[in-house]
């Protein structure tokens, strides 16, 4: 008996305990599944927007937290954002009871699920390439309710939006990169959308590899016409200013390239017994230079259009093949004035061997190229008396020759100075002029880029 009695009592307990499971699932599907009803009315369609008064836009308030900024693509002209954004409308149909709200709140916060039974606004990133919500393991997006009526949504994406980027000023071009946001179905008669106070604000923290963000960031509301969707619609627009640093093209693009420059102006100091070591100064000058621009045209997509890169590399390489050019026209120069004074030797004595037969009145002098003439006294004896007191009395005597001036032209290849008696010799003389015209002309060049190009970019 005693045995029966334990064996009911076992019995009863584990119903009671199966009941007790069965009624807390039950409680807790009741609460979960009811809990939409309790805010909202039976008559709620969450396909409808809220009501409004007669022609007035439901007003939608959007409000963006930017975390970061990564991935500044110019190949593909997009870059990257992390950010917080945030919704705000009013919705009247909601029926909130105090007994949802805790103790001196004037909100509730609900779960992500809970915002697929209310109306929703359809707003998107009008120039994205993608756009997501961030995930780990569920939605980072939440709802939040209060008391005014007032649904505030905040999610966490990720967005790929796609920059018209211009490199006319490369490297300091500055970007202006806009993000677009539009509602997809609802015209400007049906929503409108609006900034809210604090629009659109920077992670203090954030910075950038090669790129200062310009602040403050500029704002806009507009109205904008679709003609693929046939109205107008309501447009939110933020632009990120985002101003190349300098500072690495300075290190690796232009310090490098003004050196190689002025290393070219060595070879004005080396003399043409230097060929070698000349020719191979400069043509190193020119490789490096041809590789130094290879390597940075491809950090940038391939353009039509001529940047101020391409300007500054090609002045480099112009001043470079200027100073080659300058060893080829001197060493021209060279050979034409070796060619004259070897030549002087072999033509003298033939002046003088035909002058001593009668054959020439003159004698040659060659001095840099010019010939001095210098009249022959004469040779033949008076035959007759008469024939001596004719000469000697003031007869007929040959016209004294006119001696010409020496030549100073430009084109000479030497001559000598009139004030010192130096003889000047072209190729040494444009040696020396090239020491101070080349890097005249460099301090003008880089005198008239940096101002030009500072301006455009201001």
């Known amino acids: 008996m005693a045995t029966v009695t334990r064996n009911a009592k076992i019995i009863f307990g584990g119903t009671v305990l199966l009941l007790l499971g069965f009624l807390k699932e039950m409680m807790a599907a009741k ?44 190949e593909d002209m997009d870059f990257r954002v992390d950010m917080f954004v945030h919704q705000k409308w009013v919705e009247s149909r909601l029926d909130l009871h105090d007994d949802i709200f805790e103790d001196g709140d004037d909100h509730v916060i609900l779960p992500p699920e809970f915002f697929d039974n209310l109306w929703q606004p359809d707003p998107y990133f009008l120039n994205s390439k993608i756009s997501e919500i961030a995930t780990l393991t569920h939605k980072f997006s939440s709802v939040t309710l ?15 939006i796609a920059c018209q ?41 954030l910075k950038l590899l090669q790129y200062n963000l310009g602040q403050p960031l500029q704002l806009e509301e507009t109205d904008g016409y679709m003609p693929e969707k046939y109205g107008n619609f309501s447009r939110l627009a933020v632009y990120f200013r985002f101003e190349r640093q300098i500072g690495h093209h300075l290190i690796q693009t232009f310090a490098p390239s003004t050196l190689v420059v002025m290393l070219s ?35 940038i997509p391939p353009v039509a259009y001529v940047k101020a890169l391409d300007l500054w590399m090609a002045g480099c390489m112009m001043f470079v093949f200027s100073a080659l050019a300058e060893f080829v026209v001197v060493k021209v120069l060279d050979v034409q004035y070796q060619y004259q004074v070897n030549k ?25 190229g010019t010939v001095n003439v210098r009249p022959r006294k004469p040779t033949q004896t008076p035959t007759t008396p008469g024939q001596a ?10 016209p004294p ?40 002309l460099f301090l003008v060049f880089v005198i008239l880029y ?3 190009l500072i301006f455009k970019t201001s």
């Open 31 to 74: 609460n979960y599944t009811l809990k939409p009803r309790v805010v909202l009315p039976d008559d709620y369609v969450k396909e409808v927007r809220p009501p409004s008064k007669k022609g007035t836009p439901v007003v939608v308030e959007f409000s963006i937290f930017v975390v970061d900024i990564n991935s500044i693509n110019v």
């Open 146 to 160: 209060y008391k005014n009526s007032t649904v505030r949504y905040a999610c966490m994406m990720h967005a790929i």
């Open 165 to 205: 980027m211009e490199f006319q000023l490369y490297p300091m071009d500055i970007q202006i990169c806009p993000i677009y946001i539009e509602s997809f179905s609802y015209h400007n008669q049906k929503i409108r959308l609006k900034w809210a106070d604090n629009g659109v604000t920077i992670n203090p923290e």
């Open 265 to 299: 102006w060595f070879s004005f100091w080396l003399g043409l017994d230097a060929i070698p070591g000349r020719v191979t100064l400069l043509v190193t000058c020119m490789l490096t230079l041809v590789t130094m621009f290879t390597g940075m045209r491809a950090d």
């Open 344 to 368: 002087v030797p072999k033509v003298l004595p033939m002046r003088i061997s035909a002058m001593e037969k009668g054959q020439c009145a003159t004698v040659a002098n060659w001095e840099g």
């Open 389 to 398: 007191s004719l000469q000697g009395n003031g007869g007929p005597q040959p």
């Open 401 to 440: 020759a006119k001696q010409p001036t020496r030549r100073q032209s430009i084109l000479s290849v030497a001559w000598t100075d009139t004030d010192t008696g130096i003889e000047k010799i072209m190729w040494r003389e444009i040696d020396k002029m090239s020491r101070v015209i080349f890097p005249g």
């Open 450 to 452: 940096w101002p030009i």
